[in-house]
């Protein structure tokens, strides 16, 4: 049996019920043997959100290379059993560019989840910015650093607090 490129991967799972527990520490020992840490997003993304404590402790304890027999052939086998056929269009690949493939996948979707963050912070930082003002010695903020000792540098715009925050 053949396996091939992640597009097969995925594919293969959709053929996988993930309800039971058994098959699932299966599932996962089959991806963590094959793709190593890079495998724990594809199984997170199969078992559908299923107990994120119970994914932790179970990745966790999955020793590569002693899975007990457990490969990439169990998961091809697995679907064939829930229906799966393999296509004429699968074609094999070597598992180290599987693994590079898995892992640019979950950098980018890394990524893009920190560019959504920054987005949804975007306003409420600059509203927050625009709250606030530059420290010079008459203000409040000022006359604190000027108390403690601390130089407060002329036309520091960088250097700023919020007024409304004073008490």
């Known amino acids: 049996m053949n396996y091939t490129g992640l597009d097969s991967i995925h594919e293969i799972l959709r053929f996988i019920p993930s309800g039971d527990n058994a098959l699932r520490h299966r599932v996962a020992a089959a991806l963590k043997n094959e793709l190593g840490e890079a495998g724990h997003s594809l199984w997170n993304e199969w078992r559908d959100g299923r107990g994120d404590d119970e994914a932790k402790d179970v990745w966790r304890s999955i020793k590569p290379y002693r899975t007990g027999g457990i490969t990439i052939k169990t ?50 930082l600059i509203d927050l910015w625009e709250k606030t003002e530059p420290i ?14 601390l130089n407060v540098p002329n036309n520091a715009m960088a250097l700023r607090y919020t007024p409304d925050l004073v008490t």
Request: proline share 3%; hydrophobic share 30%.
């Open 75 to 124: 998961l091809f086998y697995l679907a064939q059993q829930n229906g799966w056929r393999p296509s004429n269009t699968h074609k094999e690949i070597d598992l180290s560019s599987l693994r590079s493939q898995v892992r640019l996948e979950a950098e980018a979707e890394r990524d893009r989840l920190q560019v959504e963050r920054w987005q949804q912070q975007k306003a409420r």
């Open 136 to 149: 010079t010695s008459n203000n409040p903020a000022g006359v604190y650093l000027l108390n403690r000792g």
